[in-house]
């Protein structure tokens, strides 16, 4: 764990390089009203409501894991440890540091069912077993690069989000598909604070889910979701900032609205729609050009699209007006 600390001289310091952009306005605003930092953990971090430990059954099936490796998605590097990666995550319904893992684990994914809304042929719900059980699922390596300029490598294990958008039958007119992750703050600490705006909600254009890298993420090194991960259900979308990776996902819905994002909602300014990952565009706080490989403790290039520009450039054709690398 020693390389996660040791950061090199270019590194900023965590709290400036955090999509909780907000972290200083929200404190000028604390301090404005005579309340500090703790007060912020205070706010964040009431008392969970106590679950029965049959509860904790996962919702899936263990016995489609590992689940047969696709080998046309190669990395350029080696894999991020599991024990490195488990306890290094972005989760802030469960807290605004990295150390989440352990308040992670009052997420109760036993029942979980997924709402698929909006402008589908016919809405339905469905339960997370029968979704993981109905698609078949495979294992593939793929690069995870944050907005705060670190980044993993991890295998995944899941099914295109093509497969989901074929199974949800949408209507001729819809243009996006809205993820949203669950809202309870009786499990989820960080949702009892009032400074954020849940659930956490991302999206995509359609046309962006229907590219086969698209990834719905049921299971990562050969095994369901761990919690912390986004359990039972999380997006994975490699050419993209971490961020537009929903975790958790109890709600789709298919409409001709283009999504407001969590972090956008917070601050449009820093992040957008898009959110593509490019070197050469900073984070008006960083700059974007490298990376901290999270297991190595080394900086190395970023690379446009995340290195995934074959598969992905063209989706944004005729789109150059938009803000695409933020
Ligand atoms: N999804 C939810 N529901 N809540 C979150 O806080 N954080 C995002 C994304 N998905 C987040 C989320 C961010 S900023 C990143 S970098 C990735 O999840 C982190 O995924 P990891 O913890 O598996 O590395």
């Not at 109905?134 to 099914?159: D, Q």
């Not at 990776?245 to 407001?260: C, G, L, N």
Request: include cysteine; hydrophobic fraction near 40%; charge should be neutral.
């Amino acid at each position: 764990m020693a390389a996660i600390h040791r950061k090199p001289a270019w590194a900023i310091a965590e709290t400036l390089a955090t999509p909780e952009t907000a972290f200083l306005n929200r404190r000028a605003i604390l301090q404005a009203w005579g309340l500090g930092v703790l007060a912020t953990a205070a706010l964040t971090g009431l008392p969970k409501v106590a679950r029965a430990e049959g509860d904790r059954k996962p919702a899936g099936s263990p016995a489609l894991y590992p689940a047969k490796r696709n080998d046309a998605y190669k990395l350029d590097r080696s894999l991020t440890p599991e024990e490195i990666n488990a306890k290094y995550n972005n989760f802030y319904e469960f807290g605004s540091d990295k150390g989440i893992y352990a308040e992670a684990q009052s997420l109760i994914t036993n029942p979980w069912a997924i709402d698929v809304d909006g402008m589908v042929e016919k809405p339905f719900t469905i339960e997370f077993a029968d979704l993981e059980a109905k698609i078949p699922l495979e294992e593939r390596l793929y690069r995870h690069r944050c907005v705060e300029a670190w980044s993993m490598t991890i295998p995944w294990t899941g099914f295109s989000l093509s497969k989901l958008v074929e199974l949800a039958k949408p209507l001729g007119s819809a243009k996006y598909i809205r993820f949203e992750t669950f809202n309870d703050p009786s499990m989820a600490s960080g949702q009892n604070g009032f400074l954020y705006t849940w659930p956490y909600v991302e999206g995509v254009t359609m046309a962006e889910a229907a590219s086969d890298l698209a990834f719905m993420v049921t299971g990562a090194y050969g095994k369901p979701l761990l919690n912390q991960f986004g359990a039972p259900i999380r997006l994975a979308l490699p050419w993209k900032y971490g961020f537009k990776s929903v975790k958790s996902i109890r709600r789709i819905t298919f409409t001709d609205k283009r999504p407001v994002s969590f972090w956008e909602e917070l601050a449009s300014n820093e992040y957008g729609f898009w959110a593509n990952v490019n070197p050469e565009v900073a984070h008006p706080r960083w700059s974007q050009a490298q990376e901290r490989v999270l297991h190595t403790g080394e900086t190395v290039p970023t690379l446009l699209f995340n290195g995934y520009g074959d598969q992905v450039a063209s989706l944004y054709k005729g789109l150059e007006n938009e803000t695409l690398y933020r």
